[in-house]
């Protein structure tokens, strides 16, 4: 079984350019999450879907951060303009909704660098 | 109050001798899930031991176990046998909501095993 799959692996870009970030869950799951780690703020949930559906936005830093996901097997991230501070290392990760044993299954991440 | 905590910002363990990364949750719900994950310096987050509220018996896989002490609220993961490849990062986190769709992790504990 494939886990999940994000990419790019890592992302060097400069301030004010566009980023988007790619994923692709499990098949099958119904929960996607995104989420950013940082050595001084740890893990942070940014959004999660729930069937496609945006449910919990409340963690996206600002309007500079959007997500998206138009089918079951695909979600982006964008952030518009990037700034210094979004660079991170950002996970992507799946889960059944149904299953409360299901683990939230994590992609390899994709390390980002605003210069 | 912190959902997750983990007290140990680093511990360090002998190869081949069993050590104990510790982990407390709070939690109101009757219904939850506790994981654990490992993050070695590659970056991937991967899963290692469920534990449900339920469950009567503690968890273990392989060489991982979880001493799930209720009344407590705690959750603690043991290796056994330590190998040079258990040097990671190890973070707690819990699965509650009547959704199942929230996740919480602790800051992680940095293990390293010494040769």
């Known amino acids: 079984d494939a886990g999940v799959i994000q990419s790019p692996r890592h992302e060097v870009t400069e301030m004010g350019q566009e980023v988007t970030l790619r994923c692709k869950p499990i098949s099958g799951h119904d929960y996607l999450f995104w989420y950013r780690q940082t050595m001084m703020r740890g893990l942070e949930l940014l959004i999660y879907?729930?069937?496609?559906?945006?449910?919990?936005d409340s963690g996206m830093p600002e309007d500079r951060f959007s997500a998206k996901m138009p089918n079951a097997s695909f979600s982006t991230l964008k952030i518009q303009p990037s700034e210094p501070r979004d660079s991170a290392v950002y996970f992507c990760a799946s889960s059944f909704a149904s299953k409360p044993n299901s683990p939230l299954h994590f992609g390899n991440g994709t390390r980002l660098t605003v210069t | 109050a912190q959902k997750i905590t983990q007290t140990q910002p680093g511990m360090f363990v002998q190869e081949k001798e069993a050590v104990t990364l510790d982990c407390t949750y709070d939690?109101?719900?009757?219904?939850?899930?506790l994981f654990w994950y490992k993050q070695p310096s590659s970056g991937e987050m991967i899963f290692l031991i469920y534990q449900g509220s339920y469950d009567e018996q503690n968890a273990t896989e392989g060489r991982y176990s979880l001493n799930f002490q209720k009344a407590r609220k705690s959750a603690n993961l043991v290796i056994s046998a330590s190998q040079l490849g258990d040097s990671a990062m190890y973070f707690c986190?819990?699965?509650?909501?009547?959704?199942?769709?929230?996740?919480?992790f602790g800051t992680g504990t940095s293990l390293t095993v010494i040769p």
């Open positions: 986190a819990m699965r509650e909501g009547a959704d199942g769709n929230q996740f919480y």
């Open positions: 879907f729930n069937n496609n559906v945006p449910i919990d």
């Open positions: 939690t109101s719900d009757q219904s939850y899930g």
